[in-house]
């Protein structure tokens, strides 16, 4: 039986076999790791009419049912005004962030989001708002409102959210 | 269930340099490994203790042994207090009394310049034969680690006709609190853990090139989700998906030159290729309903994907190229997540039952489908690169924990961080 041939030599990265091999530098298959750090964005302040409590313009939030893709009558007062404040304010842009609940798999819940914030996107748009005033992206079930596991927690969370620029 | 308490190699530097501190700081989170369910009949193996420098004997076999005990499949006999080199002649009569089928023995030694050289042999105790064999030469810890996992896989290969993949890395999330998400990388015992992102902002679905050295993933950093690929040993990063709208759900094609990524820049969520620098957006999924979830079969002609076309969530497959698109899941109301086995043969999915979502598992020829788990709350499954074991998030007692779980069901191995939510787990591809 030959001994020698079962002993094979094999390589690990930045090595050499032997001492009189040539010297490699050490290529990263060890597996090292740089670590980054990703930098989010800063937000600014808003005309007052946006942030004043008694302004219907303060409300940015539309609820939705369970397995729901519609903007609820209740909610269709608070998209008007957002139609009416971005005609008239053409260099208004919004970002509207499509959100759901915790249940499921995290990229389904990501596109279930998606048809939310396109949901409040259409109702704007039919209502004048231009197409490039706004962005529709959905957060899925990954910035929760509310952190519970619960209908109550659940409801909050099946929203679409309206934030303008300087906000995002 | 047995339970192995891994510290991280950080920590035992850390450990080294200041012990004084380690009284007055909080220990550092410590990830455990528990497995439940070993096989019924175990491969009886001994790895004695290895010859020459004793500390690093000492690590090496615990790795090598603890590779192996951790499948489930090997029962590891007691050979601890043996050195035996790789040249000796085992004593078969002796081993074979002792119910050991296979041994292992070997050596580590000083190779000059601060390096090891470690040497290996495998050994049948009933045909009195060698196996296998092989060295190493290491110039790290980490590396010597690195030949433990080599040398336990190449065990695992000639025992089973099945390479180990102990020497491959796996990328998870950890979520510490509402504001701060990490991308980690780590062995696949959980060793050797490094993180590879840091962000205030969720962090999603990552997935290995086929080469393994970069993930893309999905980072919410701005606001909105965006697919990046990351250069892990460069720290360098870009977006290579950053449309308007929502960019997401990136899968790599088995060739590494294209990703399958959703992007709903034309509104809802639909399919498209891109090249992995970001260019050359082509649309794939015309459907208009959700499109998502994209996973390309081994020999890249396919992709398996999520829609709700049908009215509820299920596992379709088209030709990359356009054409017919076929319904893949018909069992139940929500069937998401596809991934294919490296074998092409098996589809692994998420499905929805009375208890809650649960790994699923399903022949692509005879369309049967098994149940893996009784968790509820299982996600995001990926296979191991030998098609063994399938790695899934799912939730224990509240908190996130990730499980790889064998593919007939049989053993689980539970991996998981004190106070923190470990999440979106990917088994990377074999080390070349």
Known sequence: ?168 | MRRFFLYRARGLIGLAVCCVALFVLPARAELVIDIEGAGARRFPIAITDFAGDPDASRLLVSVIRGDLERTGIFELIYASGVSMDESATPRYADWKFRGVDALAAGSVNPAGDGRRETRFRLYDINKGTALAGSAFITSSMPMLRLAGHRIADAIHEKLLGVPGTFSTRVAFVVKNGSKSYELHVADADGQNEQVALRSKEPIISPAWSPDGTRLAYVSFESRKPVVYVHSLASGKRSAVANFKGSNSAPAWSPDGTKLAVVLSKEGGSQIFTINADGSGARRVSAANSINTEPFFSPDGQFLYFTSDRGGSPQIYRTNVNGGETRRVTFQGSYNVSPRISPDGKNLAFITRGEGGFRLAIMGLEDGQVRILTDSGKDESPSFSPNGRMILIATEIRGRGVLSAVSVDGGVRQRLSISAADVREPAWGPFNR
């Open chain 1, 1 to 168: 039986m030959k001994t020698i041939s079962i002993l094979l030599i094999l390589l690990l990265a930045g090595c050499t076999t032997t001492s009189d091999g040539p010297e490699q530098p050490g290529a990263p298959v060890e597996g090292r790791v740089s670590t980054v750090t990703a930098d989010t964005i800063e937000g600014m302040d808003l005309p007052y009419e946006l942030r004043d409590p008694r302004n219907i313009l303060s409300q940015r939030s539309v609820y939705f049912d369970y397995d729901s893709f519609e903007v609820k009558r209740e909610y269709q007062p608070v998209v008007m005004a957002h139609a009416k404040f971005l005609v008239a304010n053409r260099h208004f842009k919004i970002l509207i962030q499509g959100n759901t609940d915790e249940r499921g798999s995290r990229e389904y819940n990501l596109a279930l989001g998606q048809k939310r914030a396109d949901a409040v996107r259409k109702v704007l748009t039919v209502l004048g708002v231009h197409e490039d005033q706004i962005e529709a992206v959905s957060l899925g079930e990954e910035k929760p409102k509310n952190e519970g596991h619960d209908e109550i927690a659940w409801a909050e969370n099946r929203r679409g959210d309206i934030l303008y620029n300087g906000e995002f």
